[in-house]
Nanobody
Framework: HVHLVESGGGLVQAGGSLRLSCAASGRTFSSFASGWFRQAPGKERGIVAAISWSGGTTYYADSVKDRFTISRNNANNTIYLQMNTLKPEDTAVYYC?????????????????WGQGTQVTVSS
């Protein structure tokens, strides 16, 4: 089991930037893929971005492509989500998750550990 703790959320104006971090402890986090998900009020939790165990492969949802960047530092068991040009529709609780696979996956069922989430609010 992996314990995940997100940080970096907050309130930002449209067009601004935030950087989310997710610190992991437990099993060998660096050996498995990871991802960021988000859930807005009244909506299902969905994938935002994912990264393979090595960081060599990434995936982005169409809605965040070219604005968000996922990265990882396996030396300190941390993944990041750099969010630029934020829009009001990016407002959600953001969760990091650890996959049970080494390759990139977008299926919620492939992620076995979840953080508690961090709120991101983008004002117009």
């Amino acid at each position: 089991h992996v314990h995940l703790v997100e940080s970096g959320g907050g309130l930002v104006q449209a067009g601004g930037s935030l950087r989310l971090s997710c610190a992991a402890s437990g099993r060998t986090f660096s050996s498995f893929a990871s991802g960021w998900f988000r859930q807005a009020p009244g909506k299902e939790r969905g994938i935002v971005a994912a990264i393979s165990w090595s960081g060599g492969t990434t995936y982005y949802a169409d809605s965040v492509k070219d604005r968000f960047t996922i990265s990882r530092n396996n030396a300190n068991n941390t993944i990041y989500l750099q969010m630029n040009t934020l829009k009001p529709e990016d407002t959600a609780v953001y969760y990091c998750a650890a996959s049970r696979l080494r390759v990139v996956t977008t299926l919620n069922a492939d992620f076995s550990s979840w953080g508690q989430g961090t709120q991101v609010t983008v004002s117009s």
